[in-house]
T-cell receptor, first 113, second 117 residues
Framework: AAGVIQSPRHLIKEKRETATLKCYPI?????VYWYQQGPGQDPQFLIS???????DKGSIPDRFSAQQFSDYHSELNMSSLELGDSALYFC????????????FGPGTRLTVT | AQKITQTQPGMFVQEKEAVTLDCTYD???????LFWYKQPSSGEMIFLIY??????QNATEGRYSLNFQKARKSANLVISASQLGDSAMYFC??????????????FGAGTRLFVKA
């Protein structure tokens, strides 16, 4: 079965650079969630989209922005990167706004040097 | 205030035995969902089980069952017949406002389970 695809899987950036993470949800899934998981920490909810509209917002820094496109894929744009942004970034998708099962992608490991 | 509390940072269990991972939560929303995820050392997040606040029966999925005690606000995960492959980090999570369009999902700090042969 098709799963959530995230690209790139690994990314190394320098401070103050920008990064774009991409997420391709499971086919027919219309809801996308973004999470940030620091080393040894639990995942922190950043933002979600349902039917291409932002549906909820968590602890996403102002330096980050995200959107969901017409084909339901989503991109997380991160600017002015800081060392503290180094983390594993997960995208998850679900079918329908009230579907409870979130299927996670493999994550993008971002390292900021 | 912590909304999801997992009080067991680490647990050991003998292979083939059952183990209970604790999770308590805090919410005033009547409509919420509780989840458990498994994160192996490889890093991926694997959905295990879901319990809705209005569900009358405890959720079960194969060897996983959720002991939902609404009045006590607890949602413990029970893994029966533990296997070596169950060694992983386990996260309890909650999503509030299911009926009003809430999407934010909050995770607990996790419990690392070690299964001994």
């Amino acid at each position: 079965a098709a799963g959530v695809i995230q690209s790139p899987r690994h990314l190394i950036k320098e401070k103050r650079e920008t990064a774009t993470l991409k997420c391709y949800p499971i086919p027919r899934h219309d809801t996308v969630y973004w999470y940030q998981q620091g080393p040894g920490q639990d995942p922190q909810f950043l933002i979600s989209f349902y039917e291409k509209m932002q549906s909820d917002k968590g602890s996403i820094p102002d330096r980050f922005s995200a959107q969901q496109f017409s084909d339901y894929h989503s991109e997380l744009n991160m600017s002015s990167l800081e060392l503290g942004d180094s983390a594993l970034y997960f995208c998850a998708s679900s079918l329908g706004g009230r579907s409870y099962e979130q299927y996670f992608g493999p994550g993008t490991r971002l390292t900021v040097t | 205030a912590q909304k999801i509390t997992q009080t067991q940072p680490g647990m050991f269990v003998q292979e083939k035995e059952a183990v209970t991972l604790d999770c308590t939560y805090d919410t005033s929303d009547p409509s919420y969902g509780l989840f458990w995820y498994k994160q192996p050392s490889s890093g991926e997040m694997i959905f295990l089980i879901y319990q809705g606040s209005y569900d009358q029966q405890n959720a079960t999925e194969g060897r996983y069952s959720l002991n939902f005690q609404k009045a006590r606000k607890s949602a413990n995960l029970v893994i029966s017949a533990s296997q070596l492959g169950d060694s992983a980090m386990y996260f309890c999570a909650m999503r509030e406002g299911l009926r009003t369009g809430g999407f934010k999902t909050i995770f607990g700090a996790g419990t690392r389970l070690f299964v001994k042969a």
